[in-house]
Structures are given as structure tokens and as C-alpha cells.
């Protein structure tokens, strides 16, 4: 892989955090649909910024690792998108993505999107920059104009939003490998790839996406995917034995939790955890 691509799989609560950190990945990221769903919604703009920036201090004091959040549309207007990047810094991001959608938005890799104006979001974008509270904290726009406006609307939006201030550029709901190479000539840059399952992307990995020259890649829900497929798995399991001895082998112990946590009964467990 490309020196210098982070690798930023999707942690949708802190304890998954925990682990990704102690897999020795750089960062991770909070999804804004893995959000929604873990409180049981569909990805359609019903999550809230207070539900997320309480995720992201969660996570980010767990882990201690930089977190990517979703910020949607930025919930509103320019006004909102200001208080937005204020909120998410403060919570501990250290990074977040705003998207072109019209509010109510929906998942990046659905039909019948709609994107508002290149100019609008390029106000939103700037209103950021001007208003974030340090000059590291990454803001990344993401434009899901491919569905709307083909790969040559994605390329100008990305470049305008660019010009606006924006440090990485995430084109949502590319095809294949051909597409990110084009985007990524096209726009130079830093630019973030999303590589969720089920999708309109097909399957490339990270060291693939590196050597395209993508600065950073996610994977939003795998490890959500992951995990409530082994949800099912034991539900029928219990279902039809009446007990879960047979599962003991694909559960993690009590050991394992308390290492995860980084507690040992009986001693003093600090909070927030140590972050080095």
C-alpha cells in the first residue's frame, strides 16, 4: 500500500473502537448509517448531531485514536454545517465528511439521490474552514454527484470544493477501480475512498486504493456486517439448541473483555483511558 494511506475501518460504538485500536490501525471512523442503525433507524437523515458528537467522544475517549466522522449534509444550512464542525471538534474529532445532498439525505450507494447546488455547497465548505477551531482539523467533502451528474459533474464539484477550502476530497459511489484512477487524475490531491460492501463499488482493497493514490480509505459498516451476522448466528443457535455452549468457542472471554477495556477487577479503572 501507498505510504501514508490511512486505513480507517468503521467503529460503531466504543468498545469496537477499543479493538480497532488494539489491531494497530491509525484511526477510525464513525459512520453516520451505522449510527442510524445501531439506534434502529434506516440511513435517511434521521440520526442527530447530539447523537453523534456523543458517539465521538465516546469513541474517541476509548480508543484514543483520531476519529473520521459523518457530519451528513451538515444538519441544515450554512449556519448549522458552522455549528457542526464546532461541535465535532470539540467532542474530540479529529476529522469529518459533509456531503452535497439535499436534506433529507440518504446511504451514498442508493438510487434517486439528489445533490444541491455546486456553488451552495462550496459556501458551506468555506463557512468551515473559517469557523473550525484549529487549522488540523481535516474537513473532507464528499460529493455525490457521480449518480447525477456523471464523473465529469463529480470532477468539477471535487475541484470547486477544492478551490473552497476543503483538505480531501471523497467522491461517493464510484464503480471501479477505473473510475477512482480517473477521479484521483483528474482532481489532484487528497482524496478518501469508501469502501462499503453491497454497494455500487466493486471489492478493491486498501493497498489497491493506495496505489491509485488515495490518502485515506474507510470501511463504514464491515465490522458492523460482521458482527450481527454472528448476532443471527447465535440467536438461531439459542433458538433451536435452548443454549449457547456450543458458540463458547466464537465468544470473546471475560478476560479478553476486561484486557479490551483495559481493567483489572479489584484495581482502580481511570477514566478517561490513557491515550499513549
Given at each position: 500500500?501507498?505510504?501514508?494511506?490511512?486505513?480507517?475501518?468503521?467503529?460503531?460504538?466504543?468498545?469496537?473502537?477499543?479493538?480497532?485500536?488494539?489491531?494497530?490501525?491509525?484511526?477510525?471512523?464513525?459512520?453516520?448509517?451505522?449510527?442510524?442503525?445501531?439506534?434502529?433507524?434506516?440511513?435517511?437523515?434521521?440520526?442527530?448531531?447530539?447523537?453523534?458528537?456523543?458517539?465521538?467522544?465516546?469513541?474517541?475517549?476509548?480508543?484514543?485514536?483520531?476519529?473520521?466522522?459523518?457530519?451528513?449534509?451538515?444538519?441544515?444550512?450554512v449556519?448549522?454545517?458552522?455549528?457542526?464542525?464546532?461541535?465535532?471538534?470539540?467532542?474530540?474529532?479529529?476529522?469529518?465528511?459533509?456531503?452535497?445532498?439535499?436534506?433529507?439525505k440518504?446511504?451514498?450507494h442508493?438510487?434517486?439521490?439528489?445533490?444541491?447546488s455546486?456553488?451552495?455547497?462550496?459556501?458551506?465548505?468555506?463557512?468551515?474552514?473559517?469557523?473550525?477551531?484549529?487549522?488540523?482539523?481535516?474537513?473532507?467533502?464528499?460529493?455525490?454527484?457521480?449518480?447525477?451528474?456523471?464523473?465529469?459533474?463529480?470532477?468539477?464539484?471535487?475541484?470547486?470544493?477544492?478551490?473552497?477550502?476543503?483538505?480531501?476530497?471523497?467522491?461517493?459511489?464510484?464503480?471501479?477501480?477505473?473510475?477512482?484512477?480517473?477521479?484521483?487524475?483528474?482532481?489532484?490531491?487528497?482524496?478518501?475512498?469508501?469502501?462499503?460492501?453491497?454497494?455500487?463499488?466493486?471489492?478493491?482493497?486498501?493497498?489497491?486504493?493506495?496505489?491509485?493514490?488515495?490518502?485515506?480509505v474507510?470501511?463504514?459498516?464491515?465490522l458492523?456486517?460482521?458482527?450481527?451476522?454472528?448476532?443471527?448466528?447465535?440467536?438461531?443457535?439459542?433458538?433451536?439448541?435452548?443454549?449457547?455452549?456450543?458458540?463458547l468457542?466464537?465468544m470473546?472471554?471475560?478476560?479478553?473483555?476486561?484486557?479490551?477495556?483495559?481493567?483489572?477487577?479489584?484495581?482502580?479503572?481511570?477514566?478517561?483511558?490513557?491515550?499513549?
Amino acid at each position: 500500500m501507498k505510504q501514508g494511506t490511512v486505513v480507517a475501518p468503521g467503529a460503531f460504538n466504543a468498545l469496537v473502537a477499543c479493538a480497532v485500536a488494539r489491531a494497530g490501525f491509525s484511526a477510525c471512523y464513525i459512520s453516520g448509517g451505522a449510527s442510524a442503525n445501531v439506534a434502529g433507524y434506516p440511513d435517511v437523515g434521521l440520526i442527530t448531531m447530539s447523537e453523534i458528537t456523543r458517539t465521538i467522544r465516546e469513541i474517541s475517549d476509548a480508543s484514543g485514536l483520531p476519529v473520521i466522522a459523518d457530519a451528513d449534509t451538515g444538519f441544515g444550512e450554512v449556519e448549522c454545517a458552522i455549528r457542526t464542525v464546532v461541535e465535532y471538534e470539540r467532542a474530540g474529532a479529529a476529522a469529518l465528511h459533509i456531503e452535497d445532498q439535499v436534506f433529507p439525505k440518504r446511504c451514498g450507494h442508493l438510487d434517486g439521490k439528489e445533490i444541491i447546488s455546486a456553488q451552495a455547497m462550496a459556501e458551506k465548505i468555506s463557512a468551515m474552514v473559517k469557523h473550525r477551531l484549529s487549522p488540523e482539523f481535516v474537513i473532507i467533502a464528499r460529493t455525490d454527484a457521480r449518480a447525477i451528474e456523471g464523473m465529469e459533474g463529480t470532477i468539477r464539484r471535487a475541484n470547486l470544493y477544492r478551490e473552497a477550502g476543503a483538505d480531501v476530497i471523497f467522491p461517493e459511489g464510484l464503480s471501479d477501480a477505473s473510475e477512482f484512477k480517473a477521479f484521483a487524475q483528474a482532481s489532484p490531491g487528497h482524496s478518501l475512498a469508501n469502501m462499503t460492501e453491497f454497494g455500487k463499488t466493486q471489492h478493491i482493497s486498501a493497498a489497491e486504493f493506495g496505489a491509485l493514490g488515495y490518502s485515506i480509505v474507510i470501511f463504514p459498516l464491515s465490522l458492523m456486517r460482521i458482527a450481527m451476522n454472528a448476532v443471527e448466528e447465535g440467536l438461531d443457535c439459542l433458538k433451536k439448541q435452548g443454549s449457547l455452549e456450543s458458540m463458547l468457542p466464537k465468544m470473546q472471554t471475560r478476560k479478553d473483555l476486561y484486557s479490551l477495556l483495559g481493567y483489572t477487577p479489584g484495581k482502580q479503572w481511570d477514566f478517561p483511558r490513557s491515550r499513549g
